[in-house]
C-alpha cells in the first residue's frame, strides 16, 4: 500500500513539472489539471466505492482486466 501511494504522488509530481514546463513556466495548466483529478474524485469517487460495496472484489477485478 504504502509503495503504491508513493508511485501515485510521484507520478502527480511529474506530471505538474511537465505541465509547467509545457505550459511555458505558468501554473494554469497544473491548476486545471488538479481541480480536474479533485473533481473526478469528488463525483465519481461516491459511485465507484458503491459500485465495489456491491459486487465481489474479485468479480471486479476480473471484469476488469479481462477485457484488456
Known amino acids: 500500500g504504502a509503495l503504491s501511494m508513493w ?3 510521484m507520478w502527480h509530481f511529474a506530471i ?3 505541465l509547467i ?3 511555458g513556466r505558468n501554473l ?3 491548476a ?3 481541480l480536474v483529478v479533485a473533481g473526478s474524485v469528488l ?6 466505492g458503491d459500485w465495489v460495496d456491491r459486487n465481489p472484489r ?6 476488469n482486466f479481462t477485457h484488456v
Not at 463525483?43 to 465507484?48: D, F, R
Open 21 to 23: 514546463e509545457l505550459y
Open 58 to 63: 474479485n468479480k471486479g477485478a476480473h471484469d
Open 28 to 30: 494554469l495548466l497544473t
Open 16 to 18: 505538474s513539472v511537465f
Open 32 to 34: 486545471v489539471f488538479g
Open 7 to 9: 508511485g501515485d504522488r
Open 43 to 48: 463525483l465519481l469517487g461516491a459511485l465507484i
